[in-house]
């Protein structure tokens, strides 16, 4: 089985040929210094060919096996300019009438931005958001919600305060702040809802259910904040970045790859036979979770270092150039069996 080999397939690299992606030309670049040698060939014609017949057939066992596509958002599934490109659309859809459908797993609420998306993506299905705190079905209705305490959600607002920074909490799918400004207003590029005032936060916690707090600053100004909060924060609460100059603050032991986790035995799958894409340091736990876990070029150096695969950035179809060999080349094939 794929688990049995798993630990023989070397990180690589998938870079492809500016052509068009159906009849596009791909190099498949062992990074491993151990297995260099071994993977030397340019290779063409939407085929993986190596020097080694065992790592080749655990792709194709892999690609026979896969039952799920993970897929971070912004960074990864849409471009720099938040679209969903016909290449992926098609890819993920031809995925989903082969037996293999795709779940967005993101930090964002289910939001404005979501429908559209999810309508192109071939089978209604559920959905994992606010950093895997809130997932629904493929209804939109709510069966998986894993809030912050209300004292760690004060401890954080007390820390934005403190360094006189922006917050935002993430209630659902809502936003809330105490007052609107230029930093909080930078969630609604990514399709967002609008912040709702509520006036002072503090007073606003223990009111309803906050699933994550965001402090927002400049990116450096954030960066310098780093340490002190990773300290602050060590014993009660987890914090990741998604997007430069926005700090998370989710529940402790909370991350994108525990929600998904969560909604895999819901849905009865075994991770081994996921694929997972992302970008940035909050998909680092999902692409461990995940069978085979791949990075876009445009990834954080972080993530790249976890990643089985690295394929070309958000703007260039990673996502894909990657299904298409690593999903629908084995899938093609069982299907004309």
Same mark, same amino acid.
């Given at each position: 089985?794929?688990?049995?080999?798993?630990?023989?397939?070397?990180?690589?690299?998938?870079?492809?040929?500016?052509?068009?992606?159906?009849?596009?030309?791909?190099?498949?670049?062992?990074?491993?210094?151990?297995?260099?040698?071994?993977?030397?060939?340019?290779?063409?014609?939407?085929?993986?060919?190596?020097?080694?017949?065992?790592?080749?057939?655990?792709?194709?066992?892999?690609?026979?096996?896969?039952?799920?596509?993970?897929?971070?958002?912004?960074?990864?599934?849409?471009?720099?300019?938040?679209?969903?490109?016909?290449?992926?659309?098609? &890819?993920?859809?031809?995925? @989903?009438?082969? $037996?293999?459908?795709?779940? !967005?797993?993101? /930090?964002?609420?289910? *939001?404005?931005?979501?429908?559209?998306?999810?309508?192109?993506?071939?089978?209604?299905?559920?959905?994992?958001?606010?950093?895997?705190?809130?997932?629904?079905?493929?209804?939109?209705?709510?069966?998986?919600?894993?809030?912050?305490?209300?004292?760690?959600?004060?401890?954080?607002?007390?820390?934005?305060?403190?360094?006189?920074?922006?917050?935002?909490?993430?209630?659902?799918?809502?936003?809330?702040?105490?007052?609107?400004?230029?930093?909080?207003?930078?969630?609604?590029?990514?399709?967002?809802?609008?912040?709702?005032?509520?006036?002072?936060?503090?007073?606003?916690?223990?009111?309803?259910?906050?699933?994550?707090?965001?402090?927002?600053?400049?990116?450096?100004?954030?960066?310098?904040?780093?340490?002190?909060?990773?300290?602050?924060?060590?014993?009660? &609460?987890?914090?990741?970045? @998604?997007?430069? $100059?926005?700090?998370?603050? !989710?529940?402790? /032991?909370?991350?994108? *790859?525990?929600?998904?986790?969560?909604?895999?035995?819901?849905?009865?799958?075994?991770?081994?036979?996921?694929?997972?894409?992302?970008?940035?340091?909050?998909?680092?736990?999902?692409?461990?979770?995940?069978?085979?876990?791949?990075?876009?070029?445009?990834?954080?150096?972080?993530?790249?270092?976890?990643?089985?695969?690295?394929?070309?950035?958000?703007?260039?179809?990673?996502?894909?150039?990657?299904?298409?060999?690593?999903?629908?080349?084995?899938?093609?094939?069982?299907?004309?069996?």
């Amino acid at each position: 089985c794929f688990l049995a080999y798993s630990y023989t397939i070397p990180k690589l690299v998938i870079a492809f040929a500016p052509s068009d992606f159906t009849k596009s030309q791909y190099l498949i670049q062992n990074t491993s210094r151990r297995l260099k040698s071994k993977y030397s060939r340019c290779i063409a014609q939407q085929r993986i060919e190596t020097s080694s017949q065992r790592e080749n057939k655990n792709l194709r066992v892999f690609g026979k096996r896969a039952e799920l596509i993970i897929t971070d958002v912004d960074g990864t599934l849409l471009t720099s300019s938040h679209q969903l490109k016909p290449a992926t659309v098609a &890819a993920l859809r031809e995925a @989903a009438a082969l $037996g293999v459908p795709t779940v !967005l797993a993101t /930090g964002k609420t289910r *939001g404005p931005w979501s429908a559209d998306v999810l309508s192109q993506l071939g089978c209604p299905v559920p959905g994992v958001f606010c950093q895997g705190l809130v997932i629904t079905d493929h209804h939109g209705n709510l069966i998986y919600s894993n809030p912050l305490q209300d004292e760690i959600a004060a401890q954080g607002i007390k820390f934005a305060q403190k360094n006189n920074i922006s917050v935002i909490a993430f209630c659902k799918d809502q936003i809330m702040c105490d007052k609107r400004d230029a930093q909080t207003d930078r969630i609604t590029d990514f399709g967002e809802p609008d912040p709702i005032e509520v006036g002072p936060m503090l007073d606003f916690v223990g009111t309803t259910e906050i699933h994550k707090l965001i402090l927002l600053a400049e990116p450096e100004v954030v960066e310098s904040l780093r340490p002190e909060a990773d300290m602050e924060f060590s014993s009660s &609460a987890s914090l990741t970045v @998604a997007i430069p $100059g926005m700090l998370e603050i !989710l529940p402790l /032991g909370a991350s994108k *790859g525990q929600g998904v986790s969560w909604l895999l035995n819901h849905m009865k799958i075994d991770a081994a036979n996921t694929i997972a894409f992302g970008d940035g340091e909050n998909d680092i736990e999902l692409l461990e979770l995940a069978g085979v876990g791949v990075a876009m070029d445009n990834a954080q150096a972080k993530l790249k270092a976890v990643a089985d695969f690295i394929s070309t950035s958000n703007d260039d179809d990673g996502v894909a150039r990657a299904v298409e060999i690593l999903v629908l080349e084995s899938r093609r094939q069982t299907a004309r069996t």
